[in-house]
């Protein structure tokens, strides 16, 4: 079920609306946003601490003169329910599956940025007549601590430990200080440091404040929320897919990073495109992801 909701657009300047799901005994609510006409386009930001559908809005506004744009809040992060849930991949398939098929009701593309790519790629490759084209965005399939090297067992612990009630909380305000956000987006999400302004920050860790809202990250964070666990894995799923595929990689993105999205770039088919930027260029290049994502997308129609 969704419904309008009476508060005033925010996110991408569309019109705000709510999307009611039962998972693991709960009826949870996710925010999304519409905006523009036409063939639909369904976004979905990047996982991350401080994943929000904002993050889609200017590459939203791009597209709504030429399509029917739709951003989503993944299940605990933005505006979305953030309860203490284990966040899995199993959840998400399944949240997933069944918004597209509550909120559509003709065949979408569907944009997906950062860790968002495995979900992609998997309900595409389940729901073909549903999903008519994809476009991966800075694809990862790998948590930051298991691209660190940790283990398994270790990554278990720091979620367990993030997830504890006085423990945790003060570990997640620790990692989500304003000062440890900006060296984040610096290291390896913005290429251009001049952007991250002290309001830019401030926007960003407010997001991270909510109530509940170190459950989900932490998941991420600890490879919780990697839907595949090889590049091998990643790329297979890829080349199950039977439709259109576009990657669009960022040339300052991390190496091991980089080296995923080459390789699933490099796939028989597969359009590609290097552009400045590195994990976050959605947010921070949209101009130049449209110049290269738009013929593509109207290639389609």
Known sequence: MSTDLLSPPVGIGGVVQEYFCSLENQQLRVVYETLGTGSPILLLPAFSTVSMRSEMGELAKLLSPHFQVVAVDWLGFGESSRASLDYRPELYHQFLQNFVKSV???????????????????LAVNQPDVVSAVVLLAPTWRGPLPTMGASQQIAGMVRGLVRSPILGQALYKLNTTPSFLSLMYRRHVY??????????????????????????????????????????????????????????????????????????????????????????????????????VLPFLKTLS
């Not at 251009?192 to 309001?199: G, N, Q």
């Not at 459950?215 to 039977?242: E, I, Y």
């Open 191 to 292: 290429a251009d440091p001049a952007i991250l302004t002290p309001s830019f920050i401030q926007h960003k860790w407010r997001n991270t404040q909510k109530p509940g809202a170190r459950f989900a990250p932490a998941a991420f964070v600890t490879g919780n929320l990697d839907a595949v666990h090889s590049q091998d894995d990643f790329l297979a799923l890829a080349k199950r897919l039977s439709v259109p595929l576009m990657v669009i990689i960022g040339e300052s993105s991390p190496p091991k990073s980089k080296a995923d999205m080459e390789a699933i770039a490099a796939l028989p088919s597969v359009r590609s495109a290097v552009i400045p930027g590195s994990l976050g260029l959605h947010e921070e290049y949209p101009e130049v992801v449209l110049q290269e």
């Open 104 to 122: 559509f009701n003709t065949p979408i593309t569907v944009i997906g940025a950062g860790h968002a790519a495995s979900y992609v790629l998997q």
